[in-house]
């Protein structure tokens, strides 16, 4: 049902909510799942939502048919906003923002070292990161693990897409992209709003966070040359040499600054969303010991399926990326209404992973609902969908795999507080509010994996 014509804009769009920009944005910025729920109960499946200093409404969808028509369509864009937040960062080549033909090229040389069946060529490293990891936890002492994560998954960004494996690089590395991504995480993303400012000729007190990026850039370029002095460049295993050696269709390569644009790409997609989608998984399991204890017997009897469904379930109940939307490059007709090429639409993730019609019990965790069947290609949608669907997506979850099984076996935790965590956002993150304290109760040394479950 069309309610509302944008004056701006002209034309009509799904109801939205009366009240200013400025307040919608906050009730976004601040406490997300509750204003998603309060536009659903008034509004049900589609509305539209005004955030501030955008020209026009988003109309967010949550039906999986509608989504269906809108994913379908291979020629919409990007919805305004990606590239003037995320270009300053990961360059004019990045895939998250080159559009069309260009991105189409991209993604083609890009998607295989993403393909299931290299997955076991990244486990060794990604098991060695885990151990050594877990082995620096203190115990008996609360810490939080989604920052404990976020060291892992940045590990495994720098020495499996990297491919940097030691030396001062490799700590010259961690260290400054560590204190970018924290600038880039922080929840008013305060740095990056200073570098798009510092572009358009705005003031420059922000010159130590484009100091910080101009090393980590040189740190890079560093890396691709001595990756191209390489003589087994062409049988390495880390997805720079695989990106090195991939050709575009008319037979060229990547140049070096597209290889730096696409490795800055990999891990501003890649590492925090995977950090925080493991911290919302120890924040499920830890409160849910019958859960918690089937998977724990199901992965000492050698059996993954369990783990497979409980990380289908957690990102079910807490995709990491709220929004994954485009801007129409033709109408759309979807739930009952025609929105005019031209409008910004997104599936509220959320809101489609909590409906009732398709899941049953929606707000309860219960990693069995996917164990006979998996997810619906449209109701399930933590990865987005269609010709820009996360290329990451097989490596996120066999990562967090990785991670769970090891952690899973080797470490009893308990949560530090019984109440859940709460939902903060953290730059386009909904992330663990309070980081997810825990307590490291015990620990066996790694690879002694005891043959029988341990209890938590
Ligand atoms: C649990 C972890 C992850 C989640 C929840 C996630 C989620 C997403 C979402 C929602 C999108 C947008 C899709 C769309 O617009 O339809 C996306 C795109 C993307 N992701 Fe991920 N992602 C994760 C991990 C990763 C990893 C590990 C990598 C690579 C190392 C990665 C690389 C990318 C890239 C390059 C894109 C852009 C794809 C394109 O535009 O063609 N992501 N991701």
């Known amino acids: 049902m069309l309610s509302i014509l944008c ?4 034309v009509a769009l799904p109801p939205e909510p009366g009240i200013p920009p400025f307040v919608q944005t906050l009730r976004w910025g601040f406490r997300p799942i509750a204003f998603l729920q309060d536009c659903r109960r008034r509004f049900g499946d589609s509305f539209s939502v005004r955030f501030a200093g955008f020209e026009r409404p988003m109309v967010l969808i949550s039906d999986p048919e509608a989504i269906k028509a809108l994913y379908r369509e291979p020629t919409h864009g990007l919805p305004p906003g990606r590239n003037i937040v995320l270009e300053p960062i990961v360059g004019s080549k990045s895939l998250l923002i080159q559009q069309g033909a260009e991105h189409l090229s ?17 486990e060794e490293a990604m098991n060695e990161i885990v151990e050594a990891e877990i082995d620096t936890w203190p115990l008996h002492e609360e810490f939080p693990i989604h920052s404990r994560m976020q060291a892992m998954t940045l590990e495994v960004i720098l020495r499996v ?29 305060r740095q990056v709003l200073g570098l798009i400012l510092a572009r358009f000729g705005g003031p420059g007190p922000f010159a130590h966070f484009e100091e910080q990026l101009r090393e980590v850039d040189e740190l890079l370029f560093a890396e691709i040359a001595e990756h191209r002095e390489r003589p087994d460049l062409a049988e390495r295993k880390d997805i720079l040499s695989m990106l090195m050696t991939a050709e575009f269709e008319d037979g060229t390569r990547m140049e070096d600054q597209e290889l730096r644009d696409q490795l800055m790409t990999l891990l501003l997609a890649g590492h925090e969303t995977t950090a925080t989608a493991l911290a919302w998984t120890f924040d499920l399991l830890l409160r849910h010991p019958a859960e918690l204890g089937r998977l724990r017997d199901s992965l000492a009897a050698g059996d993954e399926d369990y783990l ?3 990380i289908t379930e957690s990102l079910r109940l807490r995709p990491v990326i709220p929004l994954a939307g485009r801007r129409l490059s033709k109408d759309l007709v979807a739930d009952g209404m025609t929105l005019p090429a031209g409008t910004d639409v997104t599936p509220a993730i959320w809101l489609t ?15 069995e609902r996917f164990l006979e069947e998996g997810p619906d290609t449209y109701a399930w949608i ?4 269609s010709v820009r669907r996360c290329i990451g997506a097989t490596f996120a979850e066999f990562e967090m795999r990785v991670v769970l099984r090891e952690v899973l076996t080797r470490c009893e935790l308990h949560k530090a507080s019984p109440e859940p965590e709460r939902p903060g956002r953290r730059n386009i993150t909904f992330s663990p509010k309070a980081g997810t304290p825990v307590v490291l109760a015990s620990r066996e040394p790694a690879r002694e994996r005891p043959a029988e479950p341990v209890t938590v």
């Open 161 to 189: 897409v990297f491919g940097v494996s030691s030396g001062p690089r490799l700590e010259r590395l961690r260290e400054t992209l560590g204190s970018v991504l924290d600038e880039t995480a922080s929840s008013t993303g």
């Open 353 to 367: 992973h909590t409906r009732e019609d398709l899941y049953p019990e929606p707000f309860a965790f219960r990693p």
């Open 308 to 310: 497979r469904a409980t």
């Open 106 to 122: 991209r993604r083609r040389l890009m998607l295989p070292p993403f393909h299931g069946e290299r997955m076991r060529s990244y």
């Open 382 to 385: 933590p990865f987005g969908g």
């Open 7 to 10: 004056d701006a804009w002209g």
